[in-house]
């Protein structure tokens, strides 16, 4: 009784303090954007993904929000989707096995207990490569500054997931998203948004039964080119 009591006052403590520190920080934690592609590109203006992101943005008079991405072949370009500039960021994991490639579990748990160690990430942005986690971050604070962005940045990750589980498998973007929490907050609260953040698709977006009911059908249109519509 008294080790769970001790439990509890520990997990109260750490819960608080990551509710002031979020509330008082850089950046409004959202979370998963979507279960898996439903048109490509998918950041763009007009597409239900974006404007479900400015939709978020919105509604917490936000004038920009940050969306994260794992680095494929798009320069990443940030544009404006009706009142919302939506900033695009993207992580490339230099020791990583890629967007497309299968998941190396055991990498992935050692970079959620320990973070990333120095150097291993490079970020791109606007057809920019940015060699370090700050020379990234000033990027996206000058275009939010310069986009009359006042008030803590909606952040989310892109969430689609390739292949497999679209359940099970955190999506495009996912290292990202935890990154930023954690360089910004600290490791323990980077876990906490990280959980709102998985939850967060299932309270609000409206497409996640499609996207889930269709989930291996999209995949597959998807990775046989046929979701392109530019």
């Known amino acids: ?13 750490i819960v608080g303090y990551t509710v002031v ?3 008082s920080g850089p950046f409004t934690p959202l979370g998963r954007m979507s279960f898996v592609k439903v048109a490509n590109p998918d950041f763009y203006p007009g597409h239900p993904h974006s404007e479900l992101l400015v939709k978020y943005a919105e509604e917490r008079n936000s004038n920009c929000a940050l969306i994260c991405h794992f680095a494929g072949s798009s320069n990443y370009r940030s544009y404006q989707d009706g009142n919302v500039f939506i900033i695009e960021l993207a992580l490339i994991d230099t020791q990583g096995t890629g967007a497309a490639d299968p ?13 990333a160690p120095e150097g291993r990430y490079k970020y791109k942005s606007d057809g920019l490569v940015f060699d370090t986690y700050d020379e990234a971050m000033n990027h996206v604070n000058t275009l939010a500054r310069e986009h009359n962005q006042s008030g803590p940045l909606p952040i989310a990750w892109h969430g689609n997931a390739r292949q497999g589980n679209a359940i099970l498998i955190q999506g495009c ?14 490791m323990v609260p980077a876990y906490l948004c990280m959980f709102y953040g998985m939850v967060f698709p299932y309270m609000n977006t409206p497409y996640r039964n499609f996207e889930l ?10 990775n046989e080119g046929e979701l392109d519509y530019t």
């Not at 009784?1 to 403590?13: D, G, H, P, R, T």
């Not at 998941?103 to 973070?115: E, H, M, P, Q, T």
């Open 1 to 13: 009784m008294k080790w769970s009591l001790v439990a509890i006052v520990i997990l109260v403590v």
């Open 21 to 23: 520190a979020v509330a």
């Open 103 to 115: 998941i190396n579990y055991w990498d992935s748990v050692k970079l959620a207990l320990f973070g």
């Open 173 to 186: 973007g996912f290292p990202l998203y935890f990154q930023v929490m954690q360089k910004t907050y600290g």
């Open 213 to 222: 009911g269709h989930a291996t059908e999209l995949q597959s249109l998807y």
